[in-house]
């Protein structure tokens, strides 16, 4: 009887992958992080995977990554030539990087060359075999597992990922570009990527987290990152995913910010079949602020959640979010941006704003701003559109003698540029445009325009 | 140059244009008047290729072809040019790059080398230098934030920039202080030639001081109700739309 329940649940493939890890790691692993899988194992179990019939997960519907039946990912970390990477989107950027396939460190594709030695940047696995203590206060104390499966599946499982440390008062110039690639193509896995990024306080990084797929494949990356910002550092992380069209992609990334620390987050999402993103931040320490940017550019029938929820915690914070999306086809998406004000948050100042873009009758978006205040000297606002190309504005440009299609691609690309235009990197940012004029039906022609 | 014929149209199933003449030859210039809703702005957009309105009867004869088959991009590259009478705020996109591309399309239809970026920035600062434009206009979006004035002024801008073959201005002087309408005047004298065409849309008389036209057409409820010399514009002025109601009650009461 039992048994039949756990089937329907879908947990049971998962409930044996962890078995076989604790196997694995018997004797490896630190009591404390053995305990807290455990736990995190048993709060998935007794979860399940959430339904619409949840208020968070209404309109995004996971029931196929429940009955696809994923195996752990094999470990090759050295299974790919470097070659390989050029010219794909976000692959090759120019900076120091860490490597991952299929989950797994790659010490042959990574490379730190140019880091200076304060900041520590290496495999989580590496870590919690050499020096756990390191990581003990930090990792899984931010990304609550209580009421989230798949971050209770991601802490169950934890194996690999990055870890980056900044010591007090540096600032590292370069980003750092954690690079996750699956080389998925007919075998079914599942990876679960955890990251730990500790900035220590007065000091600045750049981080680059990117998870790309190489083949068509049929894949499942269940990736949490958390990110512990101490007092007057500053960060900026960019998380591009660019996983193949038939990828499930559910990611998490918990953001703890200390007194007058800065952070800038931008997420793009073009790839995947069914993607979520949570980006959860608490400003817990006054005078912090925090800029939540992120871009979807979907088609087909790919569907992208983005969900934000941004906590004040302390007085005298600020926030502002830009999420843009843009659909066609048959693509769907949901926006969720909640933001909560703790009591005594005074003088929260937040700014919340999503705008879609629908390039075809059938493409769908359900955006939802939710704000929950609790203090009474805040000022809070929030937007939310959903439009068509402005025909007034296509008149306008044709009349001038630029063509439809050029005119449509003009106007979808400068819709995208003011959130794209937020990205501080360049690297990053000629990705994206890059990668946007290759979308765009008359692409070349906006390039040559700009 | 243009010849329309008998033009109806309508919008929103009402019909806004009820049969419409005019004929521009190459190197005039001609001012539409009329009072407000008497179909000038609809005859302008309808010349510049708006797909929203209906064409029920009549033609639209431009150099020989039927301009109402052609899409509004090619209406351009053809060399027709509406400065608008509310220019599009388009967000992202800055003057330069949307301007750049427009000139190139129609350099490209002509069968001319496409401008690179050094020419085009001599070229529009000599032109903004022309229209006393602020030059950090050109870095801006497009449209976007400019004043009313501003606006008008880079319809114009854009005008000496795509030299066009008939250039269509609604309406640009509304609003506009003297110094600036002498701007926008300065601006389409310096393009007046024996090869381009003018059809000045306006509801005063005012800037006809300074564009001088060749004739004045008097549109009333969607058709040309009279047409005559520079003059015509000072008689309107002086008497006023009302003058015309009064008339064409008069002749449909006879």
């Known amino acids: 009887m039992i048994e039949a329940t756990q089937t329907k649940k879908g947990t049971d493939p998962y409930l044996s992958s962890f078995a076989q890890l604790q196997k694995e790691l018997e004797g490896k692993q630190p009591p404390w992080l053995q305990q807290i899988r455990k736990a995190a194992i048993s ?141 998925a193509a007919e075998e079914v896995v599942a990876v679960h990527p955890r990251n730990l990024i500790l900035v220590d306080s007065n000091s600045q990084v750049t981080i680059v987290e990117s998870y790309i797929g190489l083949h068509k494949g049929v894949y499942f990356t269940n990736s949490v990152t958390e990110i512990v910002v101490a007092e007057n550092a500053v960060v900026d992380h960019y998380k591009l995913h660019q996983e193949s069209r038939k990828a499930f992609h559910i990611d998490t990334l918990q953001v703890h910010q200390d007194r007058s620390s800065s952070v800038r987050t931008f997420n793009a999402t073009l790839g995947g079949e069914l993607t979520r993103n949570e980006v959860n931040v608490v400003l817990d320490g006054e005078g912090a602020e925090c800029n939540l940017n992120g871009l979807y550019l979907i088609s087909g029938t790919q569907h992208v959640d983005n969900h934000t929820r941004l906590e004040h915690a302390k007085p005298h914070c600020d926030s502002r979010e830009m999420y843009k999306g843009i659909l066609d086809e048959k693509a769907t998406g949901v926006f969720h941006g909640r933001i909560v004000v703790r009591p ?15 390039l075809s009758d059938d493409a769908l978006i359900n955006t939802k701003p939710q704000l929950e205040i ?77 | 140059m243009l010849e329309i014929k008998n033009l109806h149209v309508k919008a929103d199933g009402k019909e806004i244009l009820r049969g419409v003449d005019l004929k521009v030859n190459a190197g005039e210039v001609h001012s539409i008047m009329g009072p407000n809703g008497s179909g000038k702005s609809t005859l302008a957009q309808v010349i510049a290729g708006r797909e929203s309105y209906e064409i029920t009867d009549g033609e ?51 069968g001319e080398e496409e401008v690179d970026a050094m020419d085009f920035l001599a070229l529009i600062k000599e032109k903004m230098k022309l229209l006393g434009m602020d030059e950090t206009l050109i870095s801006r979006p497009v449209n976007e934030g400019f ?59 005012r800037m006809l001081n300074y564009i001088v036209p ?41």
């Open chain 1, 43 to 183: 709060r998935f179990s007794d979860l399940g995977f959430p339904t619409s019939r949840q208020e968070e997960w209404k309109y995004t519907e996971v029931a196929p990554i429940r009955r696809t039946l994923f195996r752990p990912a094999a470990y090759e970390p050295n299974g790919l030539p470097t070659e390989r990477l050029t010219g794909l989107t976000f692959a090759n950027l120019q900076c120091p990087r860490l490597v991952f396939l299929n989950g797994h460190y790659s010490a042959e594709l990574s490379s730190l060359k140019g880091l200076p030695e304060t900041v520590q940047v290496k495999s989580l696995a590496e870590v919690l075999e050499q020096n756990p203590d390191l990581v003990k206060p930090h990792l899984t104390q931010h990304a609550q597992y209580e009421d989230h499966p798949f971050v209770a599946l991601n802490t169950a499982l934890i194996q690999d990922g990055a870890l980056v440390h900044v010591s007090k008062g540096e600032v590292i110039q370069e980003p750092i570009h954690l690079l996750f690639l699956s080389t």
């Open chain 1, 344 to 358: 005594g948050a005074q003088k929260t100042d937040s700014k919340q704003t999503n705008n879609n873009l629908l």
């Open chain 1, 374 to 450: 609790y203090a009474n000297d805040v000022k809070c606002t929030h937007g939310a559109t959903i439009g068509q190309l402005d025909p007034e504005a296509l008149f306008y440009l044709r009349t001038r003698g630029i063509d439809r299609t050029t005119a449509r691609s003009l106007l979808i690309y400068a819709f995208a540029s003011q959130v794209v235009n937020r990205i501080k990197v360049d690297l990053v940012r000629t990705e994206l445009d890059d990668y946007l004029f290759s979308w765009l039906p008359a692409g070349h022609l906006v390039r040559e325009a700009i």
């Open chain 2, 60 to 110: 639209v004869i431009y150099q020989g072809k039927d301009l109402l088959e052609m899409a509004p991009e090619d209406r351009a590259r053809q060399g027709i040019f509406l400065a608008f009478q509310y220019p599009v705020e388009i967000p992202g996109v800055s003057n330069t790059y949307f301007l750049k591309a427009a000139l190139n399309a129609l350099r490209k239809e002509r």
């Open chain 2, 147 to 205: 004043s009313g004035g501003e606006k008008k002024r880079n319809e114009i801008f854009q005008m000496v920039v795509l030299e066009p073959k008939l250039a269509i201005l609604d309406e640009t002087d509304s609003g506009l202080d003297i110094d600036a309408l002498k701007i926008v005047a300065a601006g389409v004298n310096s393009l007046r030639s024996p090869e381009r065409s003018f059809i000045v849309v306006t509801h005063y008389q």
């Open chain 2, 214 to 254: 060749d004739a004045v057409h008097v549109l009333y409820e969607g058709r040309i109700v009279k047409s005559g010399g520079k003059e015509l514009a000072l008689e309107l002025e002086e008497k006023g739309y009302t003058w015309l109601e009064d008339k064409t009650a008069a002749a449909v009461n006879s």
